[in-house]
């Protein structure tokens, strides 16, 4: 059974940095095509980075220039490295896989994914 747990979110204050991971059981990152994805408050979930297991990182408009997504194949872990936050990224941020080979566009998807964590909150106020 795929799983994947996320960790790593908190408090930052307005330009500050966070990294989030996302450890995945069940199967390896490495051979996965994987996304972040944000919930804010009243708002619909929204994508923020992919993956691909090739390697190939795909970027919501939003958070370009800003946050990298990486991994750790020995770890079997995905990471979000988020900088130069500002309080419009406050949200529960999710990792998910897609069991798939779904074309690179489908990726900015919530339905494309099959298997999501439970969320981490990161919170940006001053």
């Known amino acids: 059974q795929v799983q994947v747990a996320e960790s790593g979110g908190g408090w930052v204050q307005p330009g500050g940095s966070l990294r989030l991971s996302c450890a995945a059981s069940?199967?390896?990152?490495?051979?996965?095509?994987m996304g972040w994805f944000r919930q804010g408050p009243g708002k619909e979930r929204e994508f923020v980075a992919s993956r691909r297991s090739n390697g190939a990182t795909y970027y919501g408009d939003s958070v370009k220039g800003r946050f990298t997504v990486s991994r750790d194949d020995a770890k079997n872990m995905l990471y979000l490295q988020m900088n130069s936050l500002k309080s419009e990224d406050t949200a529960v941020y999710y990792c998910a896989v897609a069991l798939g080979s779904p074309i690179s566009s489908y990726l900015r998807k919530v339905s494309t994914y099959d298997v999501w964590g439970q969320g981490t909150q990161v919170t940006v106020s001053s």
């Open positions: 069940g199967r390896t990152v490495s051979t996965s095509n």
